[in-house]
């Protein structure tokens, strides 16, 4: 509960600093008071869109977690496989280790264009981003971390048996899995910031659209309450894979002793 | 006794390296062979040789006569000084490991009455190694005594014709090193092992073994300290009573259970 002090004085001083602003100017877009941001919230929460006929909040934000939930689930499949072949068998980390390396270092949004191109505007070519941006270092996450499972370990299995496959299966998938869930934890950042840029750029749905789209009208009622949901559907996210982890693995979290 | 793993003029090279010289060995079924030496003899190195995680560069090893393939089998067992326990699983399902790998190839697993029996064996297995209140710990929860116990049970379900142990007890504090010396004679009775075990412990090569084996270079070279491997130097059989075999592995193992205070 200590840690909700901080966030609590962050609303306080946003609210004291709009209230000021209010003071001097009623009719201030820059700060906007929680009625404001309620009152412009409630038309796209409840009220369908003249155009569309949707309820604009809840369609931005299916659309969003649709293509945050694809480009997830691509990148966590690709690093589990891709991750542990490299890992565990050298010779496909000879020859394939240098091309994640290299794919790893493009920044992902320089190629943007080349997606649109290639992809068109539509759904595939944001996914791809996402699975550009965070499949590599989750790829080379899941690989060194198979390659550092102690020596001692792969030779027992074999001794009792285990081919490489079987050492592949039961030793180093399951001792994979936490690490690949922290993968996802850290690579949400980054997945967030893809999807969000993709959407800005070209898009017709989408919270990262909705917040670009109505900053022309400097509706910070809008964009503040937007930002506020995405950092809480982080949270959440965060939250649930931290939970699964401890429920699934609880020998990767240091049972106690 | 019959001989069971033989050596014949082994040479383990790395690059210029020599590592191991001109070792030539019988070991006999049911011996108890401890292998001493300074750090760097190539104590190791000879176990991993063995084991087949290291090809030698020269010579031959045969076991029951036959050619021994440079890979890891389960005819050889092996305990290691740590990180020889899957953190994984818990220790009922370290232990039935290794019997699902020999029965189910592909999918690793067992189903129905077959998974009863690999249970059944794998609780016999831990409760002879004192570890049958513990079966359902990971690796984490337990002291490195109760992990060495559990690598112990986990090689020995496989039957191994030779269990090498790679200074097996180092880790350990010495009260609970003699719990694990007397489990260690008890299981090399009852089961009627053949153990070589690599140690730094004199006096646990000669109370344990019943033939000590000292590696070390013969020669030495100041100019090229690395162009003269090791090889064993003393080779003593030590006079002990054989041994006897156990009437009843599984009604002795009730006295002999060590673990009566859970710490080790």
């Given amino acids: ?81 891709v991750g542990l072949l490299l890992g565990a068998l050298p010779p496909v980390r000879a020859t394939f280790g240098p091309l994640v390396t290299a794919v790893a270092v493009i920044p992902p949004i320089a190629i943007l264009p080349i997606l649109f191109i290639a992809f068109g505007l539509g759904e595939t070519a944001k996914v791809a981003l996402i699975v550009i941006g965070i499949a590599p270092f989750m790829i080379r996450d899941i690989a060194a971390h198979v390659t550092a499972l102690p020596r001692e370990q792969i030779i027992k299995a074999q001794t009792l048996g285990a081919n490489s496959w079987l050492v ?37 749905v989408g919270l990262g659209y909705r917040i670009f789209l109505v900053r022309r009208y400097l509706s910070m ?37 | 006794m019959s001989t069971l793993l033989s050596l014949r003029n082994v040479w383990v090279e790395y690059g210029d390296k020599v590592v191991i010289e001109d070792v030539t060995l019988d070991i006999a079924a049911g011996s108890f062979v401890s292998i001493i030496g300074p750090s760097g ?40 000084q740590r990180y020889s326990v899957f953190p994984h699983l ?27 029996a690999a249970i059944a064996e794998a609780e016999e297995m831990l409760a002879a190694v004192g570890l049958g209140d513990s079966m359902h710990l990971y690796p984490a929860e337990m002291s490195g005594g109760m992990q060495q116990r559990l690598a112990i049970a986990q090689a020995l379900i496989k039957r191994p014709r030779i269990m090498l142990l790679d200074e097996p007890f180092g880790a350990l504090d010495p009260g609970i090193r003699a719990d694990m010396h007397a489990l260690i004679t008890r299981l090399w009775r009852d089961y009627e092992l053949t153990i070589i075990m690599v140690t730094h412990d004199i006096k646990e090569a000669f109370t344990l073994g019943t033939r000590v084996l000292a590696m070390d270079k013969r020669r030495h070279d100041p100019h090229a300290p690395h162009r003269y491997g090791a090889t064993a130097v003393y080779d003593l059989p030590l006079k002990k009573p054989a041994p006897e075999p156990a009437l009843d592995p599984i009604s002795e193992n009730i006295s002999i259970t060590i673990d009566t205070y859970n710490n080790n």
């Fill in chain 2, 41 to 80: 003899a190539g104590k190791s190195t000879l176990l991993r040789v063995i084991l087949g995680q290291d090809a030698p560069t020269r010579g031959l090893i045969l076991l029951d006569g036959k050619l021994l393939p440079p890979e890891c089998g389960p005819d050889r067992g092996v305990v290691f």
């Fill in chain 1, 1 to 81: 509960m200590l840690g909700a002090l901080p966030i609590a004085l962050l609303v306080l001083t946003y609210l004291m600093a709009a209230a000021s602003r209010h003071e001097i100017n009623p009719n201030d877009k820059i700060l906007p008071l929680p009625g404001a941001m309620a009152e412009a919230m409630s038309a796209l929460l409840f009220k369908a869109d003249q155009l569309s006929g949707q309820l604009l909040f809840w369609a931005d934000t299916f659309a969003s977690l649709q293509r945050l939930g694809l480009g997830l689930g691509i990148s966590t499949l690709c690093a589990l496989v």
């Fill in chain 2, 90 to 116: 818990s220790v009922l399902k370290n232990t039935v490991f290794g019997l699902e790998c020999a029965q189910a190839p592909f999918t690793g697993r067992l189903f129905g009455a077959r998974r009863r």
């Fill in chain 1, 168 to 204: 592949m299966l039961r030793v180093a998938l399951p001792q994979a899995m936490p690490r690949l869930i922290q993968a996802i934890r850290l690579s949400l950042g980054p997945a967030w910031v893809f999807l969000i840029s993709a959407e800005a750029i070209a898009s017709d």
């Fill in chain 1, 221 to 257: 009622d809008i964009i503040l309450p937007y930002v506020a949901w995405i950092a809480l559907l982080a949270v959440l996210m965060d939250w649930v894979l931290t939970r699964s982890s401890r429920r699934l693995f609880p020998w990767a979290h240091g049972v106690g002793h």
